[in-house]
């Protein structure tokens, strides 16, 4: 299996604290994407790091790449109860048609 | 815009019935493709099309067939349903032969096998 690995499976902190969650993945990438799912709905795409960038900001959410470790960091920044979601890394293949998403870490945000 | 829809949103076969999981998208997106999510798993890519009349396997293609005769359709069918499908299905969408790849799901179909 190609399917990464997310670390921590779970996490839980205080609103307003931050969250950093961490994927490791297996074969070189073009791209690396986090999306976030609320309990019993689908997928929502949040943000793409392309595998030439080291860094990425959206709003609160910071992500980085290093592909010499094969992994990646999402950084949740004065976090919000809205935030309590899992959060998976989707990588693809060299053909940009398959898409290997990681395990997820659950978020839990206690107000 | 709907976006993606998926229909329906649960169901529960006996082993060996066969089933449809239906999946469509108004955003004119050529690529289509399907997962499973499965407890501690994740998602896992089952099939995708990149287009009508164009499809490939993915991670864990055993048990489904699909085909693609329109842009906005992308059926899953399961031919004889087995305990190990049960699952959460995601339908999902995104543009082709761009640089976006943002994919955009459905809600999902939770399919339980007896």
């Known amino acids: 299996s190609q399917q990464g690995e997310e670390d921590p499976q779970a996490l839980s902190i205080q609103e307003g604290e931050n969250a950093t969650m961490n994927c490791s993945y297996k074969?070189?990438?073009?791209?690396l994407q986090w999306y976030r799912q609320n309990s019993g709905r689908g997928l929502v795409h949040l943000i793409l790091i392309r595998s030439n960038e080291r860094e990425k900001h959206s709003g609160r959410l910071r992500v980085t790449l290093d592909t010499s470790k094969k992994s990646s960091s999402l950084l949740i920044t004065a976090s919000r109860a809205a935030d309590t979601a899992s959060y998976f890394c989707?990588?693809?293949?060299?053909?940009?048609?398959?898409?290997?998403f990681g395990t997820g870490t659950s978020l839990t945000v206690i107000p | 815009n709907a976006g993606v829809t998926q229909t329906p949103k649960f169901q529960v076969l006996k082993t060996g019935q066969s089933m449809t999981l239906q999946c469509a998208q108004d955003m004119n997106h050529e690529y289509m493709s399907w997962y499973r999510q499965d407890p501690g798993m994740g998602l896992r890519l089952i099939h995708y099309?990149?287009?009508?009349?164009?499809?490939d396997q993915g991670e864990v293609p055993n048990g489904y067939n699909v085909s693609r005769s329109t842009t906005e359709d992308f059926p899953l069918r399961l031919l004889s349903a087995a305990p190990s499908q049960t699952s959460v299905y995601f339908c999902?969408?995104?543009?082709?032969?761009?640089?976006?790849?943002?994919?955009?799901f459905g809600p999902g179909t939770r399919l339980t096998v007896t």
């Open positions: 074969t070189s990438i073009n791209n």
């Open positions: 999902a969408s995104r543009p082709y032969g761009t640089a976006e790849y943002e994919q955009y």
């Open positions: 099309s990149v287009g009508a009349g164009i499809t």
């Open positions: 989707a990588t693809d293949d060299s053909t940009g048609n398959q898409f290997y």
